[in-house]
């Protein structure tokens, strides 16, 4: 089963979650709301303060990586990194649950 990180727009930003293709295009609501329920969860319990702050800075507040990195007192790429791990600290624990 194929996944992908959904990605935050106006519409969107209460969602941290990822999201099943479906073959016949039926959404399925209440796995999405049980995903979403176990990815905010994790988001509070797994991740560090600093990999929380920039992924919700960057994905819904769309600060850019160096306005980030600014704020904290990090390097740009320090903001990527802490980024980019909590992504896939969330892709796994998003894989255990499918």
């Known amino acids: 089963m194929r ?3 959904i990605h935050f727009n106006e519409n969107n930003t209460y969602k941290i979650l ?3 293709y479906i073959s016949d295009g039926n959404s399925n609501y209440s796995s999405r709301e049980k995903m979403k329920k176990i990815l905010l969860q994790a988001i509070e319990d797994e991740l560090t303060e600093k990999q929380r702050k920039c992924l919700t800075d960057y994905y819904l507040l769309k600060k850019k990586e160096k306005e980030i990195a600014f ?3 990090l390097n740009p790429s320090t903001v990527s990194r ?3 791990m909590a992504r896939k600290k969330l892709k796994h624990i ?3 649950y499918m």
């Open 82 to 84: 802490h980024i980019s």
């Open 3 to 5: 996944t992908e990180l």
């Open 71 to 73: 704020e904290l007192g």
């Open 18 to 20: 990822f999201g099943k």
């Open 94 to 96: 998003a894989a255990y």
